[in-house]
């Protein structure tokens, strides 16, 4: 069966920082991966995609990037991190044609 | 532009009781996906539903349903017999489009499952 994670769980960065964030998801080969943001109280916006390695899709212009080096695993960075990249950060993956997506248990993060 | 709309930031309902969680969507394209999703206070999204546009029937996951309603363009979860591990977010979403990569979804409801 397939499993997503993610790590680490939780991370405290002050303002000017680097980031990475890590996912990878076991038992799959060539999924669809996407990386999500949710604010407190709010819903998930997505900020970036990847149908395959080196081929990553940006939803929404900030100073975050990812990348993906294998293709199962998909890397959130930023150079310098902002109070406002505080947040919930979760992984997501699908499977060629299929809509379903699957979600990691997530990074929060917390920008000080 | 594709579009989510959950009104009801939180909903209380007796243990044992059914409780209908709603959703409006609003989207221009004849192919598109409902989806919807609990998410407890561990943070982890657990997909729960899904509906496609071209479904014929409403579609049911155990103590899960979805009343599909095209023409009105809602999309509400159904819980039966609530428990109280019920107790979460619960977040609507939807694709549109043949080859659309991107999920949106609603801003949520909080579910709580009173004893």
């Known amino acids: 069966s397939q499993t997503i994670h993610q790590w680490p769980a939780t991370l405290v960065q002050p303002v000017g920082s680097p980031l990475s964030l890590e996912c990878t998801v076991e038992?799959?080969?060539?999924?669809?991966l996407y990386w999500y943001r949710q604010a407190a109280g709010r819903g998930l916006q997505l900020l970036f995609y990847?149908?395959?390695?080196?081929?990553i899709s940006s939803e929404v212009p900030q100073n975050l990037s990812a990348s993906r080096p294998q293709d199962r695993q998909f890397i959130l960075s930023s150079k310098k991190l902002l109070l406002s990249d505080s947040g919930f950060y979760l992984c997501a993956w699908t499977l060629g044609s299929s809509y379903e997506q699957y979600f990691g248990p997530g990074t929060r993060l917390t920008v000080t | 532009a594709q579009k989510i709309t959950q009104t009801q930031p939180g909903m209380f309902v007796q243990e044992k009781e059914a409780v209908t969680l709603d959703c409006t969507y609003d989207?221009?394209?004849?192919?598109?996906?409902l989806f919807w999703y609990k998410q407890p206070s561990s943070g982890e999204m657990i997909f729960l539903i899904y509906?496609?546009?071209?479904?014929?029937q409403n579609a049911t996951e155990g103590r899960y349903s979805l009343n599909f309603q095209k023409a009105r363009k809602s999309a509400n979860l159904v819980i039966s017999a609530s428990q109280l591990g019920d107790s979460a977010m619960y977040f609507c979403a939807l694709y549109a489009g043949a080859g659309s990569y991107q999920l949106t979804f609603g801003k949520g409801t909080k579910l709580s499952v009173i004893p």
């Open positions: 989207t221009s394209d004849p192919s598109y996906g």
């Open positions: 038992g799959t080969s060539n999924p669809n």
């Open positions: 990847s149908v395959g390695i080196g081929q």
């Open positions: 509906q496609g546009s071209y479904d014929q």
